[in-house]
């Protein structure tokens, strides 16, 4: 969810298979901690992630501690502007890049995509 919008995005298969990996480790970590959830992100011991604490920032917090523990350069929104540069580079319409990050304007959309000068450069080559 995005501003209290649900968004439904595809998932390439190799981002598929992980999860689906994932969620087999998942079974075997709640048999063996009897715990019932049918969450995707859960802790070490089989108890979801999200509680009456922490809703949707549980996975934002723990992607955070995960990088500051291990030196990368990563954070949730990093991510999402990951994601819009490669679907530009993809050729995805920008309009439909901004419904999938739940954007209310293209000009939001367009803030999100990063790329270098020299990317810029061998682009418009293209054109010339």
């Given at each position: 969810?995005?501003n ?8 390439e ?14 079974h ?5 901690y ?11 011991s089989g ?36 994601y819009?540069?490669n ?15 739940g954007h ?10 990063e790329?270098?000068?020299d ?10």
């Open positions: 969810m995005k209290g919008q649900i968004l439904k995005i595809p998932l298969d190799e981002l598929l298979m992980l999860l689906e990996h994932l969620i087999r480790q998942n075997e970590v709640r048999k063996r009897k715990e019932k959830n049918d969450y995707v992100f859960i802790t070490k108890k979801p992630t999200l509680n009456d604490y922490s809703h949707n920032n549980a996975i934002s917090k723990r992607i955070n501690a995960y990088s500051k523990k291990y030196g990368l350069s990563i954070s949730p929104h990093k991510i999402r502007r990951l819009a540069t679907l530009v580079r993809k050729k995805v319409p920008l309009a439909i890049i901004s419904k999938a990050l209310s304007s293209y000009e939001v959309t367009q803030r999100y995509i790329m270098d000068v990317e810029v450069a061998d682009t418009l080559r293209k054109y010339l």
